[in-house]
């Protein structure tokens, strides 16, 4: 018996998981450019300052982002004189016990959870219908 075109097909298996992984990439980052774009315009606008520390940073490995929101803009004291920080985007987003959560993150994550995975399997399915040939 003789297999014909086993080493082309081998080829394609190996690059597989690359092909499959920069789509996924790919999809991730789109996904998370989403929440951000979406948890932005959820931000409460008083001021259009947390609104406008909402980003996407890098996360531990290649297949992650974090969506986050605050920072320096948004640190302030927590009493006058007290000297200790406080970055009231947490509170916005979990709230206190004087204050009701505002939140804007995770309800963006929420909505778009269904659409962002949707289209993380369709990158995968791309790259295995291409055969890896895009690595």
């Known amino acids: 018996m ?3 075109g086993l080493a082309q097909f081998n080829r394609k298996l190996r690059a597989l998981p690359v092909a499959a992984r920069a789509e996924m990439e790919k999809a991730v980052t789109e996904g998370a450019a989403r929440v951000a774009a979406l948890a932005s315009a959820l931000a409460p606008k008083d001021t259009g300052t947390l ?3 909402v980003r996407v940073e890098a996360g531990a490995h ?3 982002r974090l969506v986050v929101a605050g920072g320096e803009a948004t640190e302030k004291e927590v009493r006058q004189g007290s000297g200790a ?3 009231y985007a947490k509170a916005q987003e979990w709230g206190t016990r004087e204050m009701e959560k505002n939140p804007s993150l995770y309800p963006a994550f929420r909505s778009l959870k269904k659409s962002i995975r949707a289209r993380m399997s369709r990158a995968v399915r791309r790259a295995i219908k291409a055969g890896g040939t895009n690595a």
Do not use: G
């Open 2 to 4: 003789t297999v014909t």
């Open 51 to 53: 609104a406008s520390t």
């Open 62 to 64: 290649s297949l992650q």
């Open 85 to 87: 920080e406080f970055d």
